[in-house]
């Protein structure tokens, strides 16, 4: 395949599936630090919490960093103190917390938001299906307008179930559809990193919209998407070139299925010079040993994607031995082949793939291993986990509260098990990003859902209409 075919995403031409984001300094960092968007977060106290999980083990007990009963003062879009009895800044809000449970939000490191358009589709279909008769057919119809309220339901999703922080991958758009893409995500709030792929005609696409429409945006960072594969390597390159230029990550869909080792992604990752910490692969499925050891060794970071993965029959992902291994590794939703936002049901399968294939309850990941890998574990992946991850004062106030007290979730025997196994997104009464509300008392603040969801359902309408 020549390069004026590669100016296609291979994504339409049926490759592959997955998202990703970053950006960067020696660590990949796709996040600058995310200052106060706007007027200062006003300050906040979550006050007498049963459990705050910091995953700070010098903040805490054991390697979540526990604590029983005590607060977390949030200033300025900073956490600034965990501990008990913690004193009232003048005018702060508190919020009575006692009964429940604090954490750092989940961070979503791999999605396509927009396919949300076409949930529950091709659901009988493998990759290669869904790419063919579900996604190829919709991305290309969507109207700007439409990609708003697409991308906009999306996105409320996943901040409604605890999602802070997020990874859109997202394929070759126009400059007009791409306004109102960011546009989406920024009127959602959420902290996000926005990887773009453009072909070799439209690529100095991906320059400018970093510069006029991620940069002007606190919560937000680019990074440069492309599909690893031989047939693509110039592009491949021209990516991984531009991505050095921006001091941002390259993020590349990798072995999802086993067939793509006909692609060689690895070494054509390894030819380019891609290989390394600003460098994040979005499923390896299907890593050899030799391909998980190089991994391992240039330190690449790894999106898990199980829930997307058993839906298109994909494979399960070589988990605990990426672990021994020491790979970075986060969880990622995946956009449509998730259907919906659910980070507990991710780490349920997260968990339960492997303990099914290994027949033992105790393989990697355990249940503390989750939920670092869904939290802190998403932040290093990202090179952001000395602004989020952790409630470890001077990071980023991106906080999620937990009402245990539920029909699916009580009576409390281990908490952060049930969190785990019991937990789903009505649980998820506050969310918090950069010390602001977005979530409050179970419902999003300043957001009609009802609203969005009509929007989304007319969009849908328009969208199958035949032209």
Same mark, same amino acid.
């Given at each position: 395949?020549?390069?004026?075919?590669?100016?296609?995403?291979?994504?339409?031409?049926?490759?592959?599936?997955?998202?990703?984001?970053?950006?960067?300094?020696?660590?990949?960092?796709?996040?600058?630090?995310?200052?106060?968007?706007?007027?200062?977060?006003?300050?906040?106290?979550?006050?007498?919490?049963?459990? +705050?999980l910091?995953?700070?083990?010098?903040?805490?007990?054991?390697?979540?960093?526990?604590v029983?009963n005590?607060?977390?003062?949030?200033?300025?879009?900073?956490i600034?103190?965990?501990?008990?009895?913690?004193?009232?800044?003048?005018?702060?809000?508190?919020?009575?917390?006692?009964?429940?449970?604090v954490?750092?939000?989940?961070?979503?490191v791999?999605?396509?938001?927009?396919?949300? %358009?076409m949930?529950?589709?091709?659901?009988?279909?493998d990759?290669?299906?869904?790419?063919?008769?579900?996604?190829?057919? @919709?991305?290309?119809?969507?109207?700007?307008?439409?990609?708003?309220?697409f991308?906009?339901?999306?996105?409320l999703?996943?901040v409604?179930?605890?999602?802070? @922080?997020?990874?859109?991958?997202?394929?070759?758009?126009?400059?007009?559809? @791409?306004?109102?893409? =960011?546009?989406?995500?920024?009127?959602?709030?959420?902290?996000?990193?926005?990887?773009?792929? !453009?072909?070799?005609?439209?690529?100095?696409?991906?320059?400018?919209?970093?510069?006029?429409?991620?940069?002007?945006?606190?919560?937000?960072?680019?990074?440069?998407? @492309?599909?690893?594969?031989?047939?693509?390597?110039?592009?491949?390159?021209?990516?991984w070139?531009? %991505?050095?230029?921006?001091?941002?990550?390259?993020?590349?869909? +990798?072995?999802?299925?086993?067939?793509?080792?006909?692609?060689?992604?690895?070494?054509?990752?390894?030819?380019?010079?891609?290989?390394?910490?600003?460098?994040?692969?979005?499923?390896?499925?299907?890593?050899?040993?030799?391909?998980?050891?190089?991994?391992?060794?240039?330190?690449?970071? +790894?999106?898990?994607?199980?829930l997307?993965?058993?839906?298109?029959?994909?494979?399960?992902?070589?988990?605990?031995?990426?672990?021994?291994?020491?790979?970075? +590794?986060?969880?990622g !939703?995946?956009g449509?082949t998730?259907?919906?936002?659910?980070?507990?049901?991710?780490?349920?399968?997260?968990?339960?793939? !492997?303990?099914?294939?290994?027949?033992?309850?105790?393989v990697?990941?355990?249940?503390?291993?989750?939920?670092?890998?869904?939290?802190?574990?998403?932040?290093?992946?990202?090179?952001?986990?000395?602004?989020?991850?952790?409630?470890?004062?001077?990071?980023?106030?991106?906080?999620? =509260?937990?009402?245990?007290?539920?029909?699916?979730?009580?009576?409390r025997?281990?908490?952060?098990?049930?969190?785990?196994?019991?937990?789903?997104p009505?649980?998820?009464?506050?969310?918090?990003?950069?010390?602001?509300?977005?979530?409050?008392?179970?419902?999003?603040?300043?957001?009609?859902?009802?609203?969005?969801?009509?929007?989304?359902?007319?969009a849908?309408?328009?969208?199958?209409?035949p032209?």
């Amino acid at each position: 395949m020549g390069l004026t075919v590669a100016a296609t995403s291979p994504f339409l031409l049926g490759i592959d599936a997955g998202a990703g984001r970053g950006a960067g300094r020696a660590e990949p960092r796709p996040g600058r630090p995310a200052g106060p968007a706007g007027p200062a977060a006003r300050a906040t106290v979550l006050r007498n919490a049963s459990l +705050v999980l910091t995953m700070d083990p010098a903040a805490g007990q054991g390697p979540l960093g526990c604590v029983e009963n005590a607060d977390v003062l949030m200033t300025g879009g900073v956490i600034t103190a965990v501990g008990r009895r913690l004193p009232a800044p003048p005018g702060a809000h508190v919020i009575d917390a006692a009964g429940k449970l604090v954490m750092p939000g989940f961070v979503d490191v791999h999605t396509h938001l927009w396919q949300s %358009s076409m949930r529950g589709g091709c659901a009988d279909r493998d990759l290669f299906g869904w790419l063919a008769d579900c996604n190829r057919t @919709t991305f290309s119809r969507i109207t700007p307008a439409d990609m708003y309220r697409f991308v906009r339901l999306g996105a409320l999703d996943s901040v409604q179930s605890g999602v802070t @922080t997020l990874v859109d991958w997202v394929d070759a758009l126009p400059y007009d559809t @791409t306004v109102q893409y =960011v546009r989406a995500l920024t009127d959602t709030r959420v902290r996000f990193a926005y990887a773009m792929f !453009q072909g070799e005609r439209e690529a100095p696409l991906i320059a400018r919209v970093k510069r006029e429409l991620i940069d002007p945006v606190p919560l937000a960072s680019a990074m440069v998407a @492309t599909h690893a594969a031989r047939a693509l390597s110039g592009l491949n390159r021209l990516h991984w070139e531009i %991505s050095q230029d921006l001091g941002v990550m390259l993020n590349s869909h +990798v072995l999802e299925r086993d067939e793509q080792h006909a692609d060689d992604p690895v070494r054509v990752l390894t030819d380019i010079g891609a290989m390394g910490p600003r460098l994040l692969m979005n499923h390896a499925v299907h890593l050899t040993d030799d391909e998980a050891a190089a991994v391992a060794a240039h330190d690449v970071r +790894v999106a898990h994607c199980p829930l997307s993965n058993m839906r298109l029959a994909s494979g399960i992902m070589r988990l605990p031995e990426l672990g021994r291994r020491g790979v970075k +590794v986060g969880l990622g !939703q995946d956009g449509g082949t998730n259907d919906t936002s659910d980070v507990f049901a991710l780490m349920k399968a997260a968990i339960g793939l !492997q303990r099914a294939r290994a027949q033992d309850p105790s393989v990697f990941p355990r249940v503390h291993d989750v939920l670092r890998i869904a939290t802190l574990g998403g932040a290093e992946v990202l090179g952001m986990a000395d602004e989020i991850g952790s409630l470890t004062p001077g990071k980023r106030a991106d906080v999620i =509260v937990i009402d245990p007290a539920a029909l699916n979730f009580a009576p409390r025997f281990d908490w952060v098990n049930q969190v785990v196994f019991n937990g789903r997104p009505e649980n998820v009464h506050a969310v918090f990003v950069d010390g602001r509300p977005l979530k409050l008392d179970g419902r999003l603040v300043d957001v009609e859902p009802g609203r969005v969801v009509r929007e989304a359902e007319a969009a849908a309408a328009r969208l199958r209409t035949p032209s």
